[in-house]
């Protein structure tokens, strides 16, 4: 039986879900991740089929000669851990398993390059710019305009994203950034970008104005296909996001084409192809939708891709893991629970490790509460600067954006995450 392999650098949902879809197609599933301890290993032993450790699966050439060890010739290299995505690419074509090139990856893993790229194909998009320095903010001011959004040219999970209305704000915000940034565990501040330094050069765009939505997109053989859109009617002050709902409510067959076509265009825009993309999109009062990033390579976190499974019957990991092996589409299921429905999401307060998480009995009691997903486990670190889905709701019955709020604030009520 031939062996599809996994390469994961931190403990992650999809892994599962990825190694149930390479089963399913007649292959074996062989974890790569770095060091696990026994507890972990046992758990993971039942998903897939075996763990073999790397120190490094950053380094494609180390982790391509592991898998050779391996074997000869496997049937896939997937990832869906958002740091090792390029990596991963480069590693399936050192092996000649590549299904779109390392290099539309590359492309995609810079903010600013996927906002040059998008820029190039006449696409709508802020006003954006590049900050090195503290005194550059009047000009980069001037360049962008005011209100603005200032991030870390590769971050994910809303990490270090700034709302700024001032010069001397985004002056603030670029110090706040160049001081953590150095500090974080996250390996990618710490590998050069091209010619830029993540940990010292930060993207600065014009605020959007509008409502946001997300939308996962397969690519297949250069064809893009829209899942499902889902909105966005909570988002806190760190830009995390505490509730979404699809249908988007109020949102017209009419304005669910524009997203959808936005979405397509910008991947193809970035070359991606046989892979899967989680879009963000804001319907901006100016410019229509307009992207606000895209995370080649693997679908929504947590359980975004649940709810689009519910609701569609397409299941986007099944996609991604036919799309990783070449091979034709999935079957898909008839929609199980085609209605309306939310996904809340709870995070913990403060930053350390994980020792508890209180209350998940409770929540999953609520009438309106269908399912209780955590995608942490204790020993975990976490840090409210990253946006870790740690314990996830799906829920239904509900009348409208203002009852999943009011949901969301009695759910975070019941939920206690210890952190130490």
């Known amino acids: 039986m031939s062996i599809a392999v996994l390469i994961r650098e931190a403990r992650g949902h999809w892994v599962g879900e990825v190694a149930a879809a390479v089963h399913a197609a007649g292959h074996r599933a062989v974890l790569l991740a770095p060091p696990v301890d026994a507890g972990e290993r046992a758990s993971l032993a039942a998903v897939v089929d075996d763990v073999v450790a790397v120190d490094d699966v950053y380094d494609a050439e180390a982790v391509a000669a592991k898998i050779r060890e391996i074997t000869t010739a496997p049937a896939a290299v997937i990832t869906g851990s958002d740091g090792a995505i390029e990596s991963t690419a480069r590693v399936a074509e050192l092996l000649g398993v590549a299904r779109c090139p390392a290099s539309a990856f590359t492309r995609a893993a810079s903010k600013y390059a996927v906002r040059e790229a998008l820029a190039s194909a006449g696409l709508p998009g802020p006003g954006f710019a590049l900050i090195s320095s503290a005194s550059d903010a009047a000009e980069v001011a001037e360049r962008v305009g005011l209100p603005a959004i200032v991030k870390p040219v590769n971050g994910a999970g809303s990490n270090l994203v700034r709302t700024v209305s001032t010069v001397d704000e985004l002056a603030a915000a670029y110090e706040l950034l160049a001081s953590r940034l150095p500090e974080s565990a996250d390996p990618r501040y710490h590998r050069p970008l091209g010619t830029l330094d993540p940990a010292t050069t930060f993207l600065v765009e014009a605020f959007l104005q509008g409502p946001e ?192 709020v009011a949901l969301h604030a009695e759910a975070s009520k019941l939920i206690r995450l210890e952190v130490s």
């Open 213 to 404: 939505y997300a939308v996962d997109v397969l690519i297949r053989d250069g064809v893009p296909e829209p899942v499902e859109i889902l909105d966005k009617p909570l988002i806190d002050e760190r830009k995390f996001e505490l509730v979404l709902s699809c249908p988007p409510a109020g949102l017209t067959d009419e304005r669910a084409a524009l997203v959808g076509e936005a979405a397509s265009a910008a991947v193809t825009a970035l070359g991606l192809d046989n892979t899967v993309a989680h879009v963000e999109i804001i319907d901006d009062e100016r410019r229509g939708p307009t992207i606000v990033e895209v995370n080649a390579g693997r679908p929504a976190g947590s359980i975004m891709p649940l709810l689009a499974k519910l609701r569609t019957g397409v299941d986007v990991f099944a996609e991604l893991t036919a799309l990783a092996l070449g091979a034709p589409p999935p079957a898909r299921e008839p929609a199980k629970l085609p209605i309306p429905l939310g996904m809340l999401i709870l995070y913990a307060a403060g930053s350390g490790t994980l020792t508890g998480i209180g209350g998940l009995d409770d929540v999953a009691a609520l009438p309106e509460v269908v399912d209780v997903v955590t995608t942490v486990s204790p020993g975990q670190v976490l840090t409210d600067e990253q946006e870790t889905y740690a314990v996830n709701l799906v829920v239904a019955g509900f009348a409208d954006h203002e009852d999943l």
